[in-house]
DNA sequence: TTATATTTGTCCGTATGTATG
DNA sequence: ACATACATACGGACAAATATA
């Protein structure tokens, strides 16, 4: 189990952290549109938080219509929204 | 099933409790090597807890090596290879 | 083979309590 | 008080594996 790069004690809490890291994935089209996220267990471990934490950055990304997500199945990306979603 | 008593507010979280309650029927042989444990649907009813918390107890005796579980049928006491430390 | 029931596996939604800065 | 994070718990839903009819 490989954790990401994420400093609990940075300006930025984790949460954002990983909310960030999960926006360049899917702007570098690693993430494509209609592919599934990992799920919240998997991003637990892979950046070695609670599972709040990852519902967090989740909510993030869901909030920016970059993802949406169905009850008991997992996020997915959203269909191409516009471009240019910078911070 | 009489329910065993599982207080949710002790120190000890409920599936801890259940975790230790299930480790000592193994050890006074109730539950003999090779034998199955209760289903996760009978520990819910008979802990009166949910699902996942049964799920947790038998994680803690996973962990430890005292059982192992097979997908679609259930959770069986191991062979006793070693004994595990007491909490 | 097909169908059904049981059991475990994997999800998400939500809530409470504790702790820290 | 507030935001953040962790641990724990309950619930619902569906998938996958297994066993049996």
């Given at each position: 189990m490989?954790?990401?790069?994420?400093?609990p004690r940075a300006p930025e809490p984790p949460y954002r952290q990983?909310?960030?890291d999960l926006i360049a994935e899917i702007e570098r089209g690693e993430l494509a549109p209609?592919?599934?996220l990992?799920?919240?267990k998997e991003l637990t471990e892979?950046?070695?938080?609670?599972?709040?934490?990852?519902?967090?950055?989740l909510a993030v990304?869901?909030?920016r219509g970059l993802i949406y997500t169905v009850s008991g199945r997992g996020s997915?990306?959203?269909?191409?929204?516009?471009?240019?979603?910078?911070?």
């Open positions: 490989a954790a990401r790069e994420i400093d990983i909310a960030a209609g592919k599934p990992p799920s919240e892979r950046y070695g938080v609670a599972r709040n934490t990852a519902r967090s950055a990304l869901r909030e997915y990306v959203a269909q191409s929204v516009s471009e240019g979603e910078s911070d």
